[in-house]
């Protein structure tokens, strides 16, 4: 008796460790540019292999009211593609191929903005992000900015 006690509550104790772990179920990731680029698909798909939540995606800016029925929103695109990605490259003009960002713009509802420089500054932003998701991190309060050291080593002439 005493066996079956310790490991129902191990077990307990062990499925409460992983809902806690995670508190997103419902994601919206919004491409704001109305667009599904190769970049783009490739980091939805990404967020979708590394989350255990349900990600829905739009591609138009959704109401405040559509927000609130996800536990986080993503915005994910470049700086031209919205006036609130663009006001969150204002710090970094001298930003260079590749850099990107990730920042809390909104706490009820989670509001992330997820932007590249560039489409691969794009994947760089959702790689990490998903990264982030996938280990629990918390993510309420990010202002993060990161950039290269050599940026465009692969590209073609």
Do not use: C
Request: glycine share 4%.
């Amino acid at each position: 008796m005493k066996k079956a006690t310790i490991i129902f509550f191990l077990f307990i104790v062990i499925i409460n460790s992983f809902a806690y772990a995670y508190p997103y179920t419902k994601i919206l990731i919004e491409l704001p540019n109305g667009k599904s680029e190769e970049s783009r698909l490739i980091a939805i798909e990404r967020m979708r292999e590394y989350s255990k939540a349900a990600i829905h995606v739009t591609y138009n800016p959704s109401k405040k009211e559509e927000q609130n029925n996800y536990d986080l929103v993503i915005v994910l695109g470049l700086p031209k593609d919205s006036p609130e990605l663009q006001s969150q490259w204002q710090k970094h003009p001298a930003a260079i191929k590749d850099s990107y960002i990730i920042n809390s713009a909104s706490a009820k509802p989670l509001i992330i903005m997820a932007s590249g420089i560039n489409d691969r500054g794009i994947l760089y932003a959702a790689y990490h992000l998903a990264d982030m998701l996938k280990a629990g991190a918390d993510i309420s309060r990010l202002q993060l900015f990161f950039q290269p050291k050599i940026s465009g080593v692969m590209d073609k002439k």
